[in-house]
């Protein structure tokens, strides 16, 4: 067998596996998303209720997983709830795609942005601004970095919090942290919730159970 036909073996095989990987996470994160619609569908009930504090959550979920605890975090705390849209990352292949490479390319140019739907939102009545985001390779997903490029946070406590399979990049943590406060916040928070492995997660209410506990609990503040 020639190098040539090996090289190109080789090549075959490993863009085999990537399609299989790509294939094997949509599959998973499209069956999430059917098993939480009914979960948002209820939640919305209590969610849309007026809000009655002056805090602020701005979320971006793909499989619907962070979706689900900003609107439990918005019921908890009585705050607005503010979905962001990122047209480029939207279940399927092609956006899983889009997340995986934009995820990376972050690495090395963390100046390239995605579109998102807000881009600016007048955050000035509120004195609490909470940010979601799924994690992707370590990192708080692009959508609330291009969220926080292009607002202000002026006297703010801001809470930045994750849903996450296996590992938070604490550098990137750090780095969003710098980017906040350059933007005029008084405070950052960091709060967390580990899902596990996407065959062996948390399910919604083993997850929002958590979070009651570590983040609402009797020294948590609102």
Excluded: C
């Amino acid at each position: 067998m020639s190098v040539l036909h090996w090289i190109l073996s080789a090549l075959a095989l490993a863009l085999l596996s990537m399609f299989a990987y790509l294939y094997a996470v949509t599959w998973i994160e499209s069956r999430q998303a059917r098993q939480l619609e009914s979960k948002h569908s209820n939640a919305s009930v209590t969610a849309d209720i007026a809000p009655t504090s002056r805090t602020a959550v701005v979320n971006f979920s793909r499989s619907g997983n962070t979706a689900l605890v900003a609107r439990h975090v918005t019921q908890r705390l009585n705050a607005t709830l503010f979905p962001l849209d990122a047209p480029d990352y939207r279940l399927g292949m092609g956006g899983l795609a889009h997340a995986v490479m934009d995820a990376n390319t972050r690495r090395s140019k963390p100046e390239v942005l995605p579109d998102i739907t807000p881009r600016t939102i007048d955050l000035k009545p509120f004195d609490t601004v909470w940010l979601g985001s799924p994690v992707w390779l370590y990192s708080p997903a692009p959508p609330i970095w291009a969220f926080v490029e292009h607002n202000r946070f002026d006297g703010q406590r801001v809470v930045l919090f994750n849903t996450f399979n296996s590992h938070i990049g604490d550098d990137y943590i750090v780095k969003l942290k710098a980017k906040v406060m350059e933007r005029g916040a008084r405070s950052f928070e960091h709060k967390r919730v580990l899902r596990g492995r996407m065959t062996q997660q948390l399910t919604p209410e083993q997850m929002l159970q958590a979070i009651d506990e570590q983040w609402f609990g009797p020294q948590a503040g609102s």
